[in-house]
């Protein structure tokens, strides 16, 4: 079984660029979630979808981050425009219900 | 506000030996506790995790022991190999069924396992 797939794996882009990740969630899961992830941190959470709703986004800095599902499926995380402090890992997740949550690999993203 | 703290933040231990992680949690709503292993350049994986109602949880070498009202709980990795070095994440989430959606996550443990 496919396991949750991110891309692009890393990105450099220069501040005041816009940037987009994309993510396709493990087939069947109901369940989407961004994560940030600093240098030497544990994630945190941007927004959860269930379905293609987004029922947590407390935590996602919408002044300049925004995302979405369409049909529920997969999910693309947009930053505009990109400031020097957005560098970190954007980890995608997905979970079936309330069961265990599988991460990808994660984007890269340096800001120059 | 830090929701889980973790303990060391870095954990240098020799092949055979044991390695012990701690975190330390605030919100008694808390009531699902995992602990997840992450490879450099890999997302975190999900290695053991335990409910309230046990105070240990064994699988294999891994073993997680939880302190309800200390607001403790550890994660012990006996015989550790080099195999093991990584960097070991907690994490706590609220609820009754105790969901994995609305994880907080500790700051981390990198753990070097010297052959």
């Known amino acids: 079984e496919a396991g949750v797939v991110q891309s692009p794996r890393y990105k450099i882009i220069e501040k005041k660029q816009p940037v987009a990740f994309w993510c396709n969630p493990i087939?069947?899961?109901?369940?989407l979630y961004w994560y940030l992830q600093n240098l030497g941190q544990g994630p945190e959470l941007l927004i959860r979808?269930?379905?293609?709703?987004?029922?947590?986004d407390s935590q996602l800095p919408k002044d300049r981050f925004s995302a979405e599902r369409l049909k529920g499926v997969d999910s693309t995380l947009k930053i505009q425009p990109a400031e020097l402090g957005d560098s970190a890992v954007y980890l995608c997740?997905?979970?079936?219900?309330?069961?265990?949550?599988?991460f990808g690999e994660g984007s890269r993203l340096t800001v120059l | 506000q830090q929701q889980v703290k973790q303990s060391p933040q870095s954990l240098i231990v020799q092949k055979g030996g044991i390695s012990i992680i701690n975190c330390a949690y605030e919100?008694?709503?808390?009531?699902?506790f995992p602990w997840y292993q992450q490879f450099p350049g890999k997302g975190p994986a999900l290695l053991i995790a335990?409910?309230?109602?046990?105070s240990e949880k064994k699988e294999g070498r891994f073993t997680i022991s939880f302190n309800k009202s200390a607001k403790q709980f550890s994660l012990h990795i006996m015989d550790s190999q080099p195999g093991d070095s990584a960097t070991y994440f907690c994490?706590?989430?609220?609820?009754?069924?105790?969901?994995?959606?609305?994880?907080?996550f500790g700051s981390g443990t990198q753990l070097t396992v010297l052959p």
């Open positions: 979808y269930e379905n293609e709703e987004a029922v947590d």
């Open positions: 335990i409910r309230p109602d046990v």
């Open positions: 994490a706590a989430a609220p609820g009754r069924q105790g969901s994995a959606r609305q994880l907080t």
């Open positions: 087939s069947g899961h109901n369940t």
């Open positions: 997740a997905s979970s079936f219900v309330t069961g265990e949550l599988f």
């Open positions: 919100n008694t709503a808390f009531d699902y």
